[in-house]
């Protein structure tokens, strides 16, 4: 068995009045994060994982925030699509890690659904994903609510 692991970071600025999507979920806040798809920095940093590990670029290389095809998309798409290619190259998800950084809203109640939405995308168990979060103690842009900062670690493996 061959075995890789990867690492994700990904960071959005909020907005206001924007939808906060984390995980797949909209979650109720004054504010959301700000980008080209749904923003969402936890799947975001779940793909660059999966995608580094697998020595495939980045989720950039594959949906350019330049592309209208990527626009509004909904991020569990982009992880589907960022499995595919790690199935054509014979990998399979081992596990995956994620941390998420912001001070509100509190992300706890939401992460079994997270997890569930993850694992639907990914095809894997909810039992092989892990997230968590923290706060920033209101230090930096965290701190003062103007961005979300998600890290990911994944672990693929495939038959020699």
């Given at each position: 068995?061959?075995?890789?692991?990867?690492?994700?970071?990904?960071?959005?600025?909020?907005?206001?009045?924007?939808?906060?999507?984390?995980?797949?979920?909209?979650?109720?806040?004054?504010?959301?994060?700000?980008?080209?798809?749904?923003?969402?920095?936890?799947?975001?940093?779940?793909?660059?994982?999966?995608?580094?590990?697998?020595?495939?670029?980045?989720?950039?290389?594959?949906?350019?925030?330049?592309?209208?095809?990527?626009?509004?998309?909904?991020?569990?798409?982009?992880?589907?699509?960022?499995?595919?290619?790690?199935?054509?190259?014979?990998?399979?998800?081992?596990?995956?890690?994620?941390?998420?950084?912001?001070?509100?809203?509190?992300?706890?109640?939401?992460?079994?659904?997270?997890?569930?939405?993850?694992?639907?995308?990914?095809?894997?168990?909810?039992?092989?994903?892990?997230?968590?979060?923290?706060?920033?103690?209101?230090?930096?842009?965290?701190?003062?609510?103007?961005?979300?900062v998600a890290y990911?670690?994944?672990?693929?493996?495939?038959?020699?």
């Amino acid at each position: 068995m061959k075995i890789k692991v990867g690492f994700g970071f990904d960071v959005h600025q909020l907005a206001a009045n924007r939808p906060f999507i984390l995980g797949g979920v909209n979650l109720e806040h004054h504010s959301g994060a700000f980008g080209h798809s749904d923003a969402d920095v936890l799947v975001h940093a779940i793909c660059d994982a999966l995608l580094g590990a697998a020595n495939l670029r980045d989720i950039g290389f594959h949906f350019s925030n330049t592309d209208e095809r990527w626009k509004g998309i909904s991020s569990l798409i982009l992880l589907k699509e960022c499995v595919v290619l790690l199935k054509e190259k014979g990998w399979n998800i081992g596990n995956l890690d994620v941390m998420l950084c912001l001070e509100a809203p509190k992300v706890n109640p939401h992460i079994l659904q997270m997890k569930t939405n993850i694992a639907a995308a990914a095809g894997i168990s909810e039992e092989d994903i892990s997230i968590k979060a923290t706060t920033n103690e209101t230090m930096g842009f965290v701190g003062r609510e103007e961005g979300v900062v998600a890290y990911a670690v994944c672990l693929i493996e495939k038959e020699k």
